[in-house]
């Protein structure tokens, strides 16, 4: 996952917790977002999203292999 990604994911995150804490968002959806704000926030840390393999996504730049 690239820096980017990370960031962005982070940043999304904060938001929703945001929102729900403010409580523009309440109820099962609130819930539902806060879940949805905890896993950005794990993958962001980790580095992996387990349904880029899956679908083929690479946001992180190839390494280049020197010889």
């Known amino acids: 996952m690239g ?3 990370r960031i962005i994911r982070v940043i999304i995150a ?3 917790v945001a929102l729900y804490f403010m409580e523009v968002v309440t109820g099962t959806l ?3 977002l806060l879940v949805v704000a905890g896993i ?3 993958t962001s840390i980790t580095g ?3 349904l ?3 679908f ?3 946001t992180c730049p190839k390494e280049s292999k020197k010889e």
Request: charged content about 10%.
């Open 48 to 50: 992996f999203c387990g």
């Open 30 to 32: 609130g819930i539902v």
């Open 3 to 5: 820096s980017a990604d």
């Open 56 to 58: 083929g996504i690479r």
């Open 52 to 54: 880029y393999p899956l």
């Open 14 to 16: 904060a938001i929703l």
């Open 40 to 42: 950005f926030l794990i």
